[in-house]
């Protein structure tokens, strides 16, 4: 069965900075502010949630369907997804625009500068999402604004459960806006600053965002995350990468061996144990779609 990946299809171009980010600012000059990094490293990948999330449930072994928008620079995206097997369906080309751009700067500590250019990412909405026999679930991934709301309904709609995972989009979202998604959601993901975000805004704690859910769960990074499941916590370890190389598409990753585990039915403390190991393969490997898996995943 295959699961709609609501979200970006995106060109990242990555550089390295080989200082701290917190040596070149000034904090008491901030209203002024006016650096310039110096990046010797540079690398251009395929990226956008959606292909990096449809790339790591494809590595796994299970079905994406990803939902997206390409601008008319996208050949070469769409290309590559068909050199992978993965279904293109949902996948809208527009010509009046481009394919969305991440400019991303990642210093010696791994704290990253993004800079994103939505592009075609803005016409998503487009694309409607109707009940189909081979969809198993969804997920709504940082997309227009638009295509988030309106994806979220038909998803209600189809009768198909689907994960809501704000990311980068959250912000975009008041209070009331975040909790209709809580509320058509069944699962929630987020990063530890978004779930203090989400929180904030709603009102809700995670013990009570994960009552009106199947479960939520907070992505802690190095430290693994914590799966919340009836108002109740649990932590689940992190798997210790190889190397730390590079951050970028590491919580995609993470949300592929999610997705694997729900297809098949996982509770999701195994599916978040997935995707902690998924995750530590993708952070010592450049790049949000080059990682390799180590394992053979489990039915």
């Known amino acids: 069965m295959a699961s709609i990946i609501c979200g970006s299809l995106a060109f990242d171009t990555i550089m390295r900075f080989p200082g701290c980010f917190a040596e070149q600012i000034l904090p008491d000059q901030l209203h002024i502010l006016n650096v310039s990094f110096l990046v010797p490293q540079l690398r251009r990948d395929f990226g956008g949630c959606t292909g990096n999330i449809a790339y790591g449930l494809k590595l796994l072994g299970g079905d994406p369907l990803p939902m997206a928008t390409l601008g008319r620079d996208g050949a070469d995206y769409l290309e ?3 050199a992978l097997g993965i279904r293109t369906d949902f996948v809208r080309s527009v010509d009046d625009t ?4 991440a ?4 210093d010696s500590d791994n704290n990253q500068i993004t800079a994103f250019h939505p592009g075609a990412m803005m016409q998503a909405h487009r694309t409607a999402i109707v009940a189909r026999d081979d969809v198993k679930l969804g997920i709504i991934a940082p997309d227009g604004r638009d295509a988030m709301v309106q994806h979220a309904e038909q998803f209600v709609a189809a009768g198909i459960p689907f994960v809501f995972d704000p990311g980068q989009g959250l912000p975009m979202f ?3 806006a975040l909790a209709r998604f809580v509320e058509q959601a069944d ?3 987020v990063n530890d600053y978004e779930g203090k975000m989400l929180s904030e805004r709603t009102g809700w ?3 009570e965002i994960s009552r009106r859910v199947r479960g939520l769960v907070v992505t802690l990074g190095a430290e693994g995350c914590e799966v919340w499941v009836d108002g109740e916590r649990t932590l689940v370890p992190p798997v210790v990468a190889a190397e730390v190389v590079d951050p970028t598409g590491c919580g995609d990753a993470w949300r592929g061996g999610l997705l694997y585990g729900l297809e098949r039915g996982w509770d999701l403390l195994r599916c978040a144990t997935l995707g902690n190991r998924v995750g530590a393969l993708k952070i010592a490997q450049r790049g949000p779609q080059n990682y390799r898996l180590d394992f053979l995943p489990e039915d």
């Not at 400019?103 to 990642?106: K, L, Q, S």
Request: avoid cysteine.
């Open 80 to 82: 590559r997804l068909h």
């Open 98 to 101: 481009y394919t969305a751009q």
């Open 103 to 106: 400019m991303i700067m990642t």
């Open 174 to 176: 008041d209070g009331a």
């Open 187 to 189: 699962w929630v993901t």
């Open 205 to 207: 704690s995670p013990a």
